[in-house]
């Protein structure tokens, strides 16, 4: 009886330290992606001004899709080397729901979101402090463009269709990984010009409170209500929706459980 609770003991501590090494190694990857992410609009408006094409939008947006795929490439890769880390409170709420983590839990992200939250203020913070002066009104983050309860639904609504998309391809998308980061690129591009006149949007918590920390509006219900709660319903929604259309095949077990 000793040895089982000793073991028990040992599983919850080691159980323990996978959550703490998770949530700072979200902090972590946070930080960076949202110290980072200004620097798109910065790329894309020097490759468009040297290639004289600023006033072309499509042309415009292909380069930011471009710069975009390249960007969700290298974090994908320091998310693989920080075990597994994310940047989107969102995203991990999706792969949660959908079946897709199964190491995960409501403790460990109770853990890591204010993880990924503390992450983001650190990078807007960041960034604020060594972007250059003719750059720095790029530096604004999501904000609310309509009333309280159209921005709710407007970035719910984008965070539901971004995170499905994600699912849809990610399982049922072409295997090519730079292919699947491209069409996620695209996917991304469509809804931030769609989510501009609304919420911004941010159809990521994390980003949106460190730029709402900056901006003195943090600790407001605006903030939790439409980049908080809204965003993981759809999220949530998702991944419900996901499996609903595309559920998962049995497998011999189970049939032969169903038999029996």
């Not at 959908?98 to 409501?106: F, V």
């Amino acid at each position: 009886m000793k040895s089982n609770r000793k073991k028990g003991k040992i599983k919850d501590q080691i159980r323990k330290m996978g959550v703490i090494k998770a949530a700072i190694g979200d902090a972590v990857l946070t930080s960076l992606w949202v110290f980072n992410l200004p620097f798109l609009g910065v790329l894309t408006g020097i490759v468009s001004k040297f290639l004289g094409v600023e006033a072309l939008l499509p042309v415009t947006l292909l380069i930011t899709t471009f710069l975009a795929t390249i960007n969700v490439l290298v974090f994908s890769l320091l998310g693989h080397v920080l075990g597994g880390a994310s940047f989107n409170p969102s995203t991990t709420i999706t792969f949660y729901a959908a079946g897709l983590k199964p190491d995960s839990s409501l403790l460990s992200m109770a853990v890591r979101f204010p993880a990924q939250a503390a992450g983001g203020v650190a990078g807007a913070k960041a960034i604020l402090q060594v972007m250059p002066s003719q750059h720095r009104h790029r530096l604004k983050g999501p904000s609310l463009k309509v009333d309280l309860h159209a921005g709710a639904v407007a970035e719910g609504a984008i965070t539901f269709v971004f995170c499905f998309a994600l699912l849809f391809i990610m399982l049922k998308g072409p295997k090519t990984l730079i292919l699947q980061l491209w069409l996620l690129s695209v996917t991304t591009v469509g809804l931030v010009l769609t989510g501009s006149a609304y919420t911004g949007p941010s159809m990521n918590p994390a980003n949106a409170f460190g730029w709402a920390y900056v901006n003195n509006w943090h600790n407001t219900w605006d903030l939790f209500y439409v980049y908080w709660i809204c965003p993981f319903f759809g999220a949530f929604l998702a991944a419900w929706v996901f499996k609903f259309l595309f559920p998962a095949p049995s497998t011999p077990t189970t049939k032969k459980q169903k038999k029996s």
